[in-house]
């Protein structure tokens, strides 16, 4: 991309995929945190009450599959913007930035004409 107009118009997409991602990451921090403080405190309740089944593995193991699926959705949000291929990727270059849908954003790449791309009729 040498086209300055394309150039910010994937900076600006690169730019929000990334507060996209920090802000994934945010909600996961959120969620686990209340994660462990309401688990935390059902064991606590089954300790005081002392029923003798552990009751609160179930809870605790559901929402940990909630839990892990959120994680796994952030880590893959993160990683497709690293992966080759996005704008500012130090691998390669990132010879352009995709979108949610794999698509790119913006222009495709624009190759010079060459001589044998010309075609003149008489």
Known sequence: MTDPFDRAVAREALAEQHERVARMREGLTIHVVVYLAVNV?????????????????????????????HAAATRFAASVISAPGWEGNERDGGPAVLGAAGREIGHPRRKPPSQTDVRVSF
């Open 41 to 69: 405190l059902l064991v606590v309740i089954w300790a005081l009450t002392w029923t003798g089944h552990p009751w609160f593995i179930y809870p605790l193991l559901g929402w940990g599959i909630g839990l892990a699926a």
